[in-house]
């Protein structure tokens, strides 16, 4: 799946991992996150995540 990092503090989303802390559960694909979420490092929103390439 798909990793997505934050542009403003490089925080990268992993599905695999998911955030249990900010309620959303291993497995979940970054495109299912609700809008609201929001880095659990820095607080950016959803829109300040971009494709991540290892």
């Not at 490089?10 to 609201?36: C, H, L, M, N, S």
């Amino acid at each position: 799946m798909q990793k997505y990092i934050c542009t403003v503090c490089d925080y990268v989303y992993d599905p695999e991992q998911g955030d249990e802390d900010g309620g959303i559960k291993p497995g979940t694909p970054f495109e299912d996150i609700p809008e609201e979420w929001v880095c659990p490092q820095c607080g950016a929103t959803k829109e300040d995540f971009e494709p991540y390439e290892e």
